[in-house]
């Protein structure tokens, strides 16, 4: 049983390992622009700040920020914005691009193991991070939610249907979240690069127990 432990926690190093080289690698071409990539804030952001799921002075974590389009608009409506992604290439563009920005800070980390963070949010976005990750990181992943948030906090997660149908989707999401979490609703919605990239994501809105 040691040596067993002692091998998933080997092989989950490597995983994150890899998924960190992966994605500094991507973000330092010159031409990365995918698909799913806009210079633009997530059309689930956008409707959530407009429904009051997302509110002025509001605390908020963006799991996932990428280059921080999302994390500067939501702070420049007057809500205190930490934003994370795994790549500190990235994370160093969004700080040079933003430096301006108040209520807004990047940090770089892995989502996947406890990190240093001493805020208790009101609300998580995650903009792509899940359903990237590997299903042995997702207890990782969990526990962070749980230090990062407080009862009635809300979280937000949003899961491409490129391999998955929206059904196989929220029982995924439900299966991982539903005894930390309640499901209030779900909605389908365009990515933020509708001309390229026009399938519907799933995304989720939990509120924490």
């Known amino acids: 049983m040691l040596l067993h432990g002692l091998f998933k926690s080997a092989q989950n190093l490597n995983r994150r390992r890899r998924m960190r080289r992966s994605w500094e690698h991507q973000w330092r071409k010159p031409n990365f622009c995918p698909n799913w990539l806009a210079d633009a804030p997530r059309p689930f952001v956008i409707t959530g700040f407009e429904r009051g799921w997302l509110a002025p002075r509001m605390t908020v974590l963006e799991i996932g920020c990428g280059r921080g389009r999302t994390a500067a608009w939501l702070a420049e409506r007057g809500l205190q914005v930490v934003a994370l992604d795994i790549s500190p290439y990235v994370i160093e563009q969004a700080r040079k691009r933003f430096c301006n920005q108040p209520?807004?800070?990047?940090?770089?980390?892995?989502?996947?193991?406890?990190?240093?963070?001493?805020?208790?949010?009101?609300?998580?976005?995650?903009?792509?991070?899940?359903?990237?990750?590997?299903?042995?990181?997702?207890?990782?992943?969990?526990?962070?939610?749980?230090?990062?948030?407080?009862?009635?906090?809300?979280?937000?997660?949003?899961?491409?249907?490129?391999?998955?149908?929206?059904?196989?989707?929220?029982?995924?999401?439900?299966?991982?979240?539903?005894?930390?979490?309640?499901?209030?609703?779900?909605?389908?919605?365009?990515?933020?690069?509708?001309?390229?990239?026009r399938h519907l994501n799933s995304v989720f809105h939990f509120v924490r127990r």
Not at 118 to 138: A, E, K, N, Y
Not at 151 to 164: A, D, E, I, N, Q
Not at 175 to 197: C, I, M, Q, R
Request: a negative charge; one cysteine or more; charged letters at 20%.
């Open 103 to 197: 209520d807004l800070e990047f940090r770089c980390a892995d989502v996947c193991v406890p990190a240093n963070l001493s805020t208790v949010f009101d609300v998580i976005l995650d903009t792509g991070c899940l359903q990237h990750l590997h299903p042995s990181l997702r207890g990782g992943y969990c526990e962070n939610l749980l230090v990062w948030s407080r009862p009635g906090s809300r979280f937000v997660v949003t899961m491409h249907k490129v391999t998955h149908s929206a059904s196989e989707r929220r029982l995924e999401v439900q299966a991982l979240l539903s005894t930390l979490f309640d499901l209030v609703y779900t909605e389908e919605v365009p990515p933020a690069n509708a001309e390229k990239f």
